[in-house]
């Protein structure tokens, strides 16, 4: 399998995990479909994808606690930036962990078809699942991060008023973007096929759907 791009070790050996598979997988009868996005594309739509979720916890917190200044909270640009950066660094990491606790708990081998690792060109973490689950698994695992960390987060900087759980909430949302991304590709396939299976892209943004 040609990415035209030069792969980390780790990249190495999840594609071959990932050959290995589809070998197994075409031996059996199924039939491979790429739901995957360019990284331009994705780094393009992934903001655009979460905005309406972004604005979903901030208008309700706008119209009910009014506009906001980060000073009067006592906080000055210098502390706003360390925090968020900090935040985002923490948070980033324990975004990836959801995914592959979620997808861990529905593989059949659990934790052992699950991956983390660090992109350190983009200085991302990532969590791959190396085993092809049910749509609403996949889906379930990609959203939860968002959830946990961005959605159950707003709810209750709205109902609180607390201007860093707002903060926390539209971080965690914006930074699910390539999370809902994905999910659309999925949301969007239909198949004419009795089954089918998804399975991360060991190398590209996005999944693959194997159908029979």
């Known amino acids: 399998m040609d990415t035209g791009r030069e792969l980390s070790p780790q990249e190495r050996k999840r594609l071959l995990k990932f050959e290995a598979l589809f070998a197994q997988m075409e031996a059996a009868g199924w039939k491979p479909k790429y739901l995957t996005w360019s990284l331009t594309a994705a780094n393009v739509l992934a903001l655009p994808a979460a905005l309406p979720f972004a604005l979903a916890v901030f208008i309700p917190y706008y119209k009910l606690h009014g506009t906001f200044c980060p000073l009067t909270y006592g906080l000055n640009f210098l502390n706003i930036f360390l925090m968020m950066f900090a935040g985002v660094l923490i948070l980033s990491v324990v975004h990836e962990l959801i995914h592959g606790l979620t997808w861990g708990i529905f593989a059949k081998n659990h934790f052992s078809s699950i991956s983390f690792g660090f992109i350190l060109k983009s200085l991302n973490p990532y969590c791959n699942c190396s085993e092809p689950l049910k749509k609403w698994q996949y889906i379930t ?40 991304l994905i999910v659309l590709k999925l949301l969007f396939h239909r198949s004419e096929k009795a089954e089918v299976l998804y399975c991360d892209h060991p190398t590209d943004f996005g999944a693959v759907a194997f159908e029979r």
């Open 141 to 180: 695992g990609a959203l939860m991060p968002i959830i946990v960390l961005g959605i159950i987060p707003g709810i209750f900087a709205v109902k609180t008023g607390s201007i860093l759980l707002l903060f926390m909430s539209i971080l965690m949302i914006f930074g699910g973007g390539g999370d809902i």
